[in-house]
């Protein structure tokens, strides 16, 4: 299995190569191939390439997937050999991507932090594995099409796949179903030194147990805009999130506030209770 590489694009460009199947930048027809860099070189490029404005999306590209040539080379005079992809790339080949965010004085955020990214042939194991899952479930009818597995020290501690119609729970979700597997096996109710592997970017609900369990890293394979593409869209939820109280779509009444604080009241006393 080769190493994975890298490439960076405005999100609306990616969004418009998934629906055709190929992505062919202008680099492509300019000089013949497709930039892409190494985990370390990533930051670098991303600096001195990269446009001032706009959403951009980091791709992570599964070389054994690439249906054209990959060569590693030098063409800027330096000393230091990038990959390249001497033809349109496969979508199918991007094993993930990443929205970068950008802090107050415009520098890109990469999921890195400081040390090269921990993205490798493992977390390509385990992200097909999540995959795996999810058409597992389709496939039985246990649910929707999303599946996830949690990881310690390289073993998988915890598997899910949503099960919302199956068991009538539509808090059944796939990390959910995952979260509360690897509780269990682990014997914990936090998910110190983990990595969830969800084949799709968490829901609102997912991302909130994430949350509260919270591992170390999240992997995933499709977006919630693929997601939105088949009927599952979260963006309502993530658009509620922030409203008022009174302009959400569901009506939520507060009753008793100061009787309900007295049980708040004895937990803040109370000298035997477990913090999480």
């Not at 027809?29 to 600096?47: D, K, R």
């Not at 569901?250 to 477990?274: P, R």
């Amino acid at each position: 299995m080769q190493t994975p590489i890298f490439h960076f694009t405005l999100k609306t460009v990616w969004e418009a190569a998934k629906k055709a199947g190929s992505y062919a930048p202008p680099s492509l027809e300019e000089e013949g191939f497709i930039h892409n860099s190494t985990e370390n070189q990533v930051a670098n490029s991303l600096a001195k390439h990269a446009p001032k404005t706009g959403d951009m999306v980091l791709l992570l590209i599964d070389c054994d997937k690439v249906n054209k040539p990959i060569v590693y080379e030098n063409t800027s005079g330096g000393k230091e050999l990038y990959p390249h992809i001497y033809g349109a790339l496969n979508t199918d080949a991007v094993a993930w991507t990443f929205e970068i965010p950008r802090d107050a004085q415009g520098k890109f955020i990469l999921p890195f932090g400081d040390a090269p990214a921990k993205t490798n042939e493992e977390d390509l194991k385990f992200i097909r594995e999540a995959i795996q899952l999810s058409r597992n479930g389709m496939e039985n009818n246990e649910g929707g099409p999303f599946g996830a597995v949690i990881v310690k020290d390289g073993k998988i501690v915890g598997r899910g796949n949503n099960r919302v119609t199956s068991t009538n729970d539509p808090t059944a979700h796939a990390e959910v179903v995952a979260i509360r597997d690897a509780c269990k096996n682990l014997s914990s109710f936090q998910l110190d030194g983990c990595v969830i592997y969800t084949s799709c970017e968490p829901c609102p609900m997912c991302l909130g147990a994430i949350y509260w369990a919270r591992p170390e890293r999240i992997v995933y394979a499709c977006s919630r805009e693929d997601a939105a593409a088949i009927n599952f869209d979260d963006d309502f939820i993530y658009k509620e999130i922030p409203l008022p109280i009174e302009q959400r779509a569901i009506q939520m009444t507060q009753l008793l506030q100061e009787e309900g604080n007295k049980v708040f009241k004895a937990w803040a006393s109370k000298e035997d209770k477990a913090l999480y």
